[in-house]
């Protein structure tokens, strides 16, 4: 698996469609978690100091725009909106339907 991984950087032109495709998706998913987290600790710093808040619409929209994981990270690591039940919903959900979404597309490529 990883001399697999380690050929297909060296070796540019033998990638397929599919690689790059699921390559792809994987940076976007990392980086809008990436985005996704660190708003649910901005927000959790701006609640402590009393100041402008982040939407709560913004906080549930952002996992499912391939956010799931670092939204499900920005509420366990930063123990942020625990208390609502529908984020820990909305997150567990937006990330099952973007591993779904990415296993369906590694299978049928």
Known sequence: MVIRFVSLILSLNSWTNKEIILIALSLVEIIMSIIT???????????????WRTKEATLLLLPWLMGGLGGFVGIYAVRHKTQHWYFPLNNVLALVV????????????
């Open 37 to 51: 987290a660190i708003l649910y600790k901005h927000d959790k710093l701006m609640a402590k100091k009393g100041l």
């Open 98 to 109: 973007q591993a779904s979404i990415f296993i369906s597309l590694a299978i049928l490529l």
